[in-house]
């Protein structure tokens, strides 16, 4: 009887160390999860760098609008064409020809305006620094030179003289599609810089606001339906 009294609890220590044991097993792999999640959490930002420091892609936006403003640079764009290789793959690439045309006085203020709006969140149906869609944004800028314009993008779409994309030049406006292929316009833009380099052009992002991007970018090329030149 005074032998059962002292192995209970050994037999129940053994138990508890047993169990100890087995949690311990587990630890690294529950280490391991916690970096790989911390490491998706990280990796899923879309920030840029930029002096050792992080910045999204709004706040870069405002940044280099500021720098453009100190420069006094003027604006800028690129075309597609397909070409094949040997191999009998084709790829589209952005090439155009150098443009030595100087946007009107009208046309540049209109761009400023349209500039001055960067960092404006999106809404659907807006016009003002409250919130505002693409086709509002136009509107918005071209109101800056007194020149009432079109509402909606289709409409915008038959405001002007179609371009081709190897002649586009800032103060053009350009139009696509809510999917690559899609011949239906849902969205434009104003293109503030025209180069043999490249074209950017600021619109209404539905998930940045008012923002420049590249139209060399496969996202944009690749739903690119036509450009006009504004009727003035």
């Not at 509107?139 to 003289?161: D, K, Y």
């Not at 969205?187 to 940045?208: D, K, M, N, Y």
Request: some cysteine; overall charge positive; proline content about 5%.
């Amino acid at each position: 009887m005074n032998d059962s009294r002292i192995f209970v609890p050994m037999r129940e220590h053994l138990t508890k160390v047993q169990y100890s044991l087995q949690q311990l097993r587990w630890m690294p792999l529950v280490l391991l999860s916690v970096l790989v999640l911390l490491a998706s959490c990280g990796g899923s930002r879309k920030l840029n760098q930029r002096n050792g420091r992080y910045y999204s892609a709004r706040e870069m936006a405002r940044m280099k609008a500021e720098e453009r403003r100190r420069r006094g640079a003027r604006p800028v764009a690129k075309a597609k064409s397909k070409i094949s290789s040997p191999a009998g793959k084709s790829k589209t690439v952005v090439k155009r020809s150098t443009s030595s045309a100087n946007i009107s006085k009208d046309l540049a203020t209109v761009i400023e305006a349209a500039r001055s709006y960067e960092g404006t969140p999106y809404k659907y149906g807006g016009t003002t620094r409250l919130g505002m869609d693409c086709s509002g944004l136009l509107c918005a800028a071209f109101a800056a030179i007194e020149v009432q314009i079109p509402r909606s993008s289709n409409e915008q779409a038959l405001w002007g003289t179609p371009v081709k994309p190897q002649d586009l030049q800032a103060g053009d406006l350009v139009f696509f599609g809510g999917s690559p292929g899609s011949n239906t316009i849902t969205h434009v833009g104003l293109v503030t810089e025209a180069s043999p380099e490249s074209v950017q052009f600021i619109h209404s992002s539905s998930s940045l606001g008012v923002i420049e991007n590249s139209l060399e970018s496969d996202y944009y090329l690749s739903r690119f339906i036509k450009a006009v030149r504004p009727r003035l």
